[in-house]
């Protein structure tokens, strides 16, 4: 079992940034395929990245603005986001999967968060 917390949520002006922490009990953190989701109101739940020690995936609306890391050490990932646009309003979801390579469909994440709100105002 996983447990995952997020924070570092807000309210930003467009152009601005924020990092996103999601902490992760369990001592297999390292194994696993850790990533964000995103919904904004009125919409689906969609993939936004995610890393494993072979690499990291990105949906195209934010590459080349957003950033994810890990350290392993500490069991937390992050997401630094840049650029930040109005449309990137959503709950963030930090998630842990059990794959072993990065997919996008929801489905496929074992674990998640309570979610963290991004709010960007124009």
């Known amino acids: 079992q996983v447990q995952l917390v997020e924070s570092g949520g807000g309210l930003v002006q467009a152009g601005g940034s924020l990092r996103l922490s999601c902490a992760a009990s369990g001592r297999t953190f390292s194994g696993y395929t850790m990533g964000w989701f995103r919904q904004a109101p009125g919409k689906e739940r969609e993939f936004v990245t995610a890393t494993r020690w072979s690499g990291s995936k990105y949906t195209d609306s934010v590459k080349g603005r957003f950033t994810i890391s890990r350290d392993n050490a500490k069991n937390t990932v992050y997401l630094q986001m840049n650029s930040l646009k109005p449309e990137d309003t959503a709950v963030y979801y930090c998630?842990?999967?059990?794959?072993?390579?990065?997919?996008?469909?929801?489905?496929?994440?074992?674990?998640w968060g309570q979610g963290t709100q991004v709010t960007v105002s124009s």
């Open positions: 998630v842990a999967g059990r794959g072993v390579v990065i997919t996008t469909p929801k489905e496929d994440y074992d674990f």
